[in-house]
């Protein structure tokens, strides 16, 4: 279960702790602050909704863990430790080891993340022969294994045939599998089920959250979707325009969000009470993060905006744990 | 698949019998052979005899019926001026058009594919845009300037290698190769550089654009997210994937290379196919163009054959339309 405030208060036995991350990228019309100074505080085993629209950095942010980002892009300032290893000193080699080995990627698309000239073996093997010294036989017994685990039938067949042989669900399956193989203590999954479809959408979020649960393993997972994480994570942080506006337990943000942006969120995701009704949309768009407005990045679509809006809003911290960036927050100040 | 070999084949036999009829329409058209095989002093009797020696004097229909009837028991006719079988004549000079070709083409993909990924890897870095700005001159300059050049360089400068000529050669199961002495190689290495590096910077303006290409793909990022060492990401899940249009583009410039080395074959005195087959269009030396033309389609059906083959060994989604 989620820990209280007190309990994760003891930011040893985190497993990943991010302080002020900044990932900027130099582009030719000027920098572009994809995240703008994020933290991150995460339990093992923890499983954490990193929710937001397109652009407000909830990818990055995934990739900054991982030290994937390519230029122009450059992870600028903050500090990343994992199983108290500080991440921003890693080496080249020292990044490699950790990817796939203690942190591992789920990606979106899952067409596109296996490579198509290379049988499955081939890429399972290699993932666990870039950590462990093993010999083929070994790994091929883990990938193996690790197909039964998320629900492949016929594995040996499975393993001996290219991506292109098999359906959109399968290879999310797989890029799950490959993932599980070195028994990594985080996944971070990047909106795995957002191109597939909603039936299969439903399995895949089901069986991942129970094998982070068996297997001990920490999940973030990266997606659009409130309702995709409602059901899924302990905790969820809302990111907007680089940041994480709002930060609570699942159940906390669902039910009694504090931030505008947050019940934007909420309020457009279809149910059965709003059935027949038009869907609630956040008016205008997302603002362009080459000149964010002085302020809360939210102000102009915010309907709750006062004039106090108009300087950066303070992270709000709750007792609880529950945060949030917002001048004039919904349900009114706490006593 | 063996019926995709036996598919490509029946088709290379038709492609074989249409070229050679346009082939044998074309130079009826151009002109009468007869001019070359009789003095200019004989008269009329003479030429009659000699139109007649040589069948000249059927109608375009029947010459070409009769052709196809030796053709078919691989008599391709003798040269109207030397007297020997066409397609000896022919194969007699392969071995050394070929052995120039494959060393040059050889040459091209050693150095093209490994600068092009460089430059495709890193193309901001100063040593990638020399390798591009290098690859312009490749193949903007003509080849029998870059072979005088190098003739000048090496063989009249520096005195280090023979300008002409195939050296001494060793007969493998009837061919001639120079390949297998030191001092063939020494004769073959002027030529093959000549045709080789601009066919290397076609390689590498391939390679560099499909490195471009695969680079920002997915798989290559998850391939790093799983921790694989960049050699072998480079190595394998880049380059296996960028072999597609490499082997495409080394398949046409092979064919190319053989069916017109004839410049390069020149400005060396290399003996191969390319000189015959101009010295024998000069003279309308029918049975040798004729014979050459055949031989050469068979050949470039063939390539495009291997290539295929190749392409199937790459590509798991290229083998799976085979099988339907």
Not at chain 1, 28 to 39: M, T
Not at chain 1, 232 to 253: H, S
Not at chain 1, 303 to 309: R, S
Request: net charge positive.
């Amino acid at each position: 279960m989620i820990g209280t405030n007190s309990a994760r208060a003891q930011a040893a036995e985190n497993l990943l702790s991010i302080k002020g991350l900044k990932t900027h990228f130099a582009t030719r019309a000027g920098v572009v602050k994809a995240v703008d100074g994020v933290d991150i505080e995460l339990a093992k085993g923890e499983i954490l909704g990193l929710v937001g629209e397109s652009g407000s950095g909830k990818s990055i942010t995934g990739f900054s863990i991982l030290g994937l980002i390519d230029p122009p892009g450059r992870v600028v300032s903050g500090s990343m430790t994992y199983n108290g290893k500080d991440l921003t000193a890693l080496n080249e080699e020292g990044w490699r080891q950790l990817r796939g080995g203690d942190i591992a990627m789920i990606f979106q698309d899952p067409s596109m993340t296996l490579n198509p000239v290379l049988r499955i073996d081939a890429q399972m093997i290699e993932a666990m022969q870039a950590h462990a010294n093993v010999n083929r036989a070994q790994a091929y017994a883990r990938a193996r294994e690790v197909l039964v685990m998320v629900g492949i039938p016929s594995p040996d067949e499975r393993l001996r045939s290219y991506p292109h042989e098999l359906s959109g669900g399968m290879r999310q399956r797989i890029a799950i599998a490959i993932a599980l193989m070195n028994k990594p203590g985080l996944i971070i999954a990047d909106e795995p089920t957002t191109a597939l479809d909603v039936s299969i959408q439903g399995q895949i979020i089901h069986e991942m959250k129970k094998l982070c649960r068996q297997v001990g393993t920490a999940l973030i997972w990266v997606t659009h979707d409130l309702a995709v994480v409602a059901g899924l994570a302990d905790r969820i942080a809302v990111m907007y325009a680089g940041r994480i506006v709002e930060l609570g337990t699942t159940e906390e943000i669902i039910e009694n969000p504090r931030h505008p942006y947050t019940k934007g969120l909420i309020d457009s995701v279809p149910s059965r009470s709003t059935r027949g009704s038009r869907l609630h949309q956040i008016p205008g768009m997302t603002p362009s993060l080459l000149n964010l407005p002085q302020g809360c990045a939210f102000r102009e679509r915010c309907a709750y905006a006062v004039a106090a809006c108009g300087d950066e809003p303070l992270n709000t911290i709750e007792p609880d744990g529950r945060a949030y960036r917002c001048w004039n927050p919904l349900g009114g100040p706490r006593p | 698949m063996l019926l995709f070999i036996i598919n490509r084949l029946i088709q290379a036999a038709g492609a074989v019998v249409v070229m050679s009829m346009l082939v044998f329409i074309g130079l009826y058209l151009i002109g009468d052979p007869t001019a070359m095989l009789v003095s200019p002093e004989a008269n009329d009797l003479e030429r009659a005899a000699v139109r007649q020696a040589f069948g000249l004097d059927q109608p375009i229909w029947m010459q070409y019926l009769t052709f196809v009837g030796n053709a078919a028991r691989g008599d391709f006719g003798r040269s109207f001026l030397t007297g020997q079988p066409a397609m000896q004549l022919i194969l007699e000079r392969m071995p050394a058009t070929i052995e120039m070709v494959v060393v040059a083409i050889g040459f091209a993909v050693l150095v093209g594919v490994p600068l092009g990924m460089l430059a495709g890897l890193r193309p901001k870095a100063a040593s990638s845009k020399a390798v591009m700005t290098v690859s312009i001159l490749g193949f903007s300059l003509p080849t029998f300037w870059i072979g005088l050049m190098l003739i000048m360089f090496f063989s009249v400068y520096l005195g280090l290698l023979p300008s002409s000529g195939r050296g001494s050669t060793v007969s493998v199961g009837g061919l001639s190769l120079s390949v297998l002495t030191p001092d063939g190689w020494r004769h073959l290495i002027l030529p093959a550089l000549t045709l080789g590096l601009a066919k290397a910077a076609l390689i590498i303006r391939v390679t560099r654009a499909a490195t471009r290409e695969v680079l920002p793909m997915d798989y290559i990022k998850f391939a790093r997210a799983k921790g694989v060492r960049p050699r072998r990401v480079v190595g394998v899940h880049l380059l296996r994937n960028i072999l597609i249009p490499i082997v495409t583009v080394t398949g046409l410039e092979f064919g190319q290379a053989v069916a017109f080395a004839v410049v390069t074959e020149t400005v060396f005195a290399w003996p191969g196919m390319g000189k015959l087959l101009i010295d024998s269009i000069i003279i309308l030396d029918r049975p040798v163009v004729v014979a050459y033309l055949v031989l050469m389609v068979f050949f470039l059906i063939m390539l495009n054959l291997v290539v295929d083959i190749l392409y199937m060994a790459i590509d798991p989604t290229a083998r799976e339309k085979v099988r339907d």
